[in-house]
């Protein structure tokens, strides 16, 4: 479905991403562990095309290297990225709703309510703070906000850049939860970078370790979860933590 073959990335003259392959097929949870640094999130702005890349990206075999953000979103890879990034001064209806500006325009007619309607349901609380501004939300509750704006984008690839980032424990387990049911309830296949590398690893079915800009180990996340290097170097004081995600 994506494929990526020796891309590299650069901020001015510094090389961020050395000669990266990767592989995302239909249905996965793909994650990419790494420590600060590694070159995660700049593998996501890569693809989005947000920063200077060479190498090859094909996505469902057309190749797409050269294409500008706004280009890539219009083939349905949506970039959810680090920080949330809401805007503070419109209600969270509004923010969803600038969701589908790349497919539909600038608050044109609203053909979207069936979108609507899925994000609320995935995330209730959404709907029921549908009219507040959205620097009146909680951390998670923005999280939310954030991952539905992406969603109401018609994703069909969601890359999410630290979906659980400064949310209390309680929440880091919904919030992964929510990611499942994203994958497996709508079909969408995921790119996820987390911080929290077991819990990414738990819930995922191939992953990537990134080292100082290149893929240092890959394969099955069950396998590298168990991998006596793997553990030592990146699941740390989480190594023992798990989430129930259901059947």
């Not at 590694?38 to 702005?45: C, I, V």
């Not at 706004?70 to 969270?92: A, C, D, M, W």
């Not at 703070?129 to 999280?143: C, H, V």
């Not at 990611?179 to 819990?199: G, K, S, Y």
């Amino acid at each position: 479905m994506l494929k990526i073959s020796n891309l590299h990335a650069y901020y001015g003259t510094i090389e961020a991403l050395r000669g990266v392959d990767l592989e995302i097929r239909d249905g996965q949870i793909c994650t990419i562990i790494g420590a600060n640094g590694a070159g995660k999130t700049t593998l996501l702005k890569s693809i989005s095309g947000i920063v200077n890349r060479t190498g090859l990206i094909t996505w469902d075999e057309e190749d797409i290297s050269k294409c500008n953000s706004l280009q890539t979103v219009r083939k349905g890879i949506v970039h959810v990225p680090e920080g949330r990034l809401v805007f503070p001064g419109l209600s969270v209806r509004e923010n969803l709703e600038m969701g589908t500006i790349n497919w539909h325009g600038f608050f044109g007619r609203k053909p979207y309510d069936e979108d609507l309607e899925k994000v609320y349901e995935l995330f209730p609380r959404l709907l029921e703070r549908k009219d507040q501004k959205a620097w009146s939300l909680s951390g998670g509750e923005q999280q939310m906000l954030a991952i539905g704006r992406g969603m109401m984008a018609r994703p069909k690839l969601l890359m999410l850049d630290e979906p659980s980032m400064g949310l209390a424990p309680k929440l880091v387990d919904e919030m992964f939860k929510k990611i499942v049911e994203i994958n497996r309830t709508h079909h969408i296949p995921i790119l996820l970078i987390e911080q929290n590398a077991n819990l990414a690893l738990e819930i995922s079915d191939y992953a990537y370790v990134l080292d100082q800009g290149k893929i240092a180990v890959h394969g099955p996340a069950d396998e590298l979860r168990t991998d006596p290097q793997v553990t030592r170097a990146y699941l740390g004081a989480h190594a023992n933590e798990s989430v129930h995600v259901g059947n």
